[in-house]
């Protein structure tokens, strides 16, 4: 299976610049997406195939990559941005997760 | 307006089968791809499998045999169904669906539902 790692937390203030990073064991292709999660509620797609902004998603987010390395960029970020991000991939079966970046705005 | 929903039993006893239903609205199955993912509590999401538009399936293979998912387009209703359930297999159960091809991510999702497996 394609693992991906992220970084497990990152802690930043508001008005600031975050990248929170994913990298996958094997290419992906472009074929990443990023998904935001607050507690208790179900993951919202933020960004898919590396770099679309998924629609109704504020333009302070942003994704880039390809191959075995991505970003996802909050600018800048808002106190409302506490959550934990998850990348995905679909071009390996099985679809496969990341294991989380708690974003924590101090 | 596109809509999930998961309905299953809170708890089950080990060993036992889990089955939940995912009834969806605003969207017919003939035309939406829907991922069955779950999620332990406290820890990441895991895609468990997924029903193409076309009736195809697909599986992870980390749940060998022990996965099936169905559907019944007249009712709207994507299954799943999961055998000799153990502790691990405790975690809230999402089912997400996309219009857009199998390399496309799902974009909606349901609430969720927790489902507690007990000794």
């Known amino acids: 299976d394609t693992v991906l790692t992220q970084s497990p937390a990152l802690a930043v203030s508001p008005g600031e610049r975050v990248t929170i990073s994913c990298r996958a064991s094997e290419s992906v292709s472009t074929l990443m997406h990023w998904y935001q999660q607050k507690p208790g509620q179900q993951p919202t797609l933020l960004i898919y195939l590396a770099s679309n902004l998924e629609s109704g998603v504020p333009a302070r987010f942003s994704g880039s990559g390809s191959g075995t390395d991505f970003t996802l960029t909050i600018d800048p970020v808002e106190a409302d941005d506490t959550a934990t991000y998850y990348c995905?991939?679909?071009?390996?079966?099985?679809?496969?997760f990341g294991s989380g970046t708690k974003l924590e705005i101090k | 307006q596109v809509q999930l929903k998961e309905t299953g039993p809170d708890l089950v006893q080990l060993t036992q089968t889990l089955s939940i239903t995912c009834t969806v609205s605003g969207f017919s199955l003939t035309t939406y791809n829907v991922h069955w993912v779950r999620q332990p509590p406290g820890k990441g999401l895991e895609w468990m499998g997924a029903?193409?538009?076309?009736?195809?399936?697909d599986y992870n293979s980390a749940f060998k045999s022990r996965l099936s998912i169905s559907r019944d387009t007249s009712k709207s209703q994507v299954f799943l169904k999961m055998n000799s359930l153990q502790t691990d297999d405790t975690a809230k159960y999402f089912c997400?669906?996309?219009?857009?091809?199998?390399?496309?991510?799902?974009?909606?999702w349901g609430q969720g539902v927790m489902v507690t497996v007990s000794s």
């Open positions: 029903m193409w538009n076309g009736g195809g399936t």
């Open positions: 997400a669906g996309t219009m857009y091809t199998t390399d496309y991510p799902p974009d909606y």
């Open positions: 995905q991939q679909s071009w390996n079966d099985p679809l496969t």
